[in-house]
């Protein structure tokens, strides 16, 4: 840790601290070590064997980063506290800014960890704003200790911001979202914190190409050849109704891009969706909703967003407008139906003949 009290129980950073005085932690109040090396950031450190709930060992890296962080969130921020001691939630925030807590997470952090953190500082009317480090850089953007830390913004989309030691860089990757199963995202540089902030005020999702239909419909069918259960799964609901998933309908593939809170089922509740409204009866959208996204509601996982079924459900509708739009489907006084039948292709073969037809126009 940077900071510490002395004697007359006064906050000092170990930058200012002065060797041979007592410290104690303002954590746990234990007496604490002035550490001052080439290695590290001068900090204080426990007696080993000491128990502190407040801190843990630190990586150099995550101690450049706070002071860094602190010093960089002054020119923003009229208040800010290096190392929050918050005694009623047992928490010590990396840095707190008036109602906002910055977390620099260098090190691995649970779901449920980083959810109880949230929760923590949410009983305590604070909001935390988690910024991530070189190792979570480094991690491929689809692994889940990633994405657990997404975060959205109607002018970036869904986003996450680094913070990269020691060239105190920040990175944001923003407009993340999926290409057909490809997680796609942006990305940009920036040297303090106030402009990111400038960037993410203004609207910045760009409007791609999508890469041709053959590829995922050729996806598709490689995975299923492979064995791969959630596309057996979804064959076998396919096969029931009397379709083949090889031959599903071109609307299931629309929007091409969507929100990355759908992987990893992102073809099937689309499929679902559509099977459902084949049985040709009326349905309420809730329960439509219900019936095809519960998978994704019940698997999704994402503390620092507010309202993950809010956003999921967003992404059901537009999927719904798009059917209801090409008039396949009607809205009812209770719901929807479908009022045309959507043909579904044979096989892989006869699909592919019709995407090279349409995309050749
Ligand atoms: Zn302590």
Redesign the pocket.
Known sequence: MLTAWNQYHQLITAKGAKAGQPYV?P??H?PVILKRGQQKLAHFA?QQHQL?G??ESESPEHLQGKWFLATDLRTIFPRVTLESYLHAIRQRADIRCDQVVFEYQCSPLSTQRLSERIYGYAQIQLVSFWILGNRYYQQRCTASSVQRFLRFRKTIGYYLVFLLEPQNQYRLRYQIQLHDHHLQFQERSFTSFQAVQHFWSKGHLQTKKPDSLSHVTKTVARRLQHGQAPYLELQLSCYQAGYNLLGCPLIVHWPRFQSPLMKPDWLGWRIRCLLLLQTRREIAVTTLYQRSCNLIRRRATYPCLHDVNNLIFAQFEVFLTALIRQRLVQRTPTGVILIKKIPWFSDTSVKLKEITKQEGK
């Open positions: 932690c954590g746990c234990q426990h502190c407040a801190s």
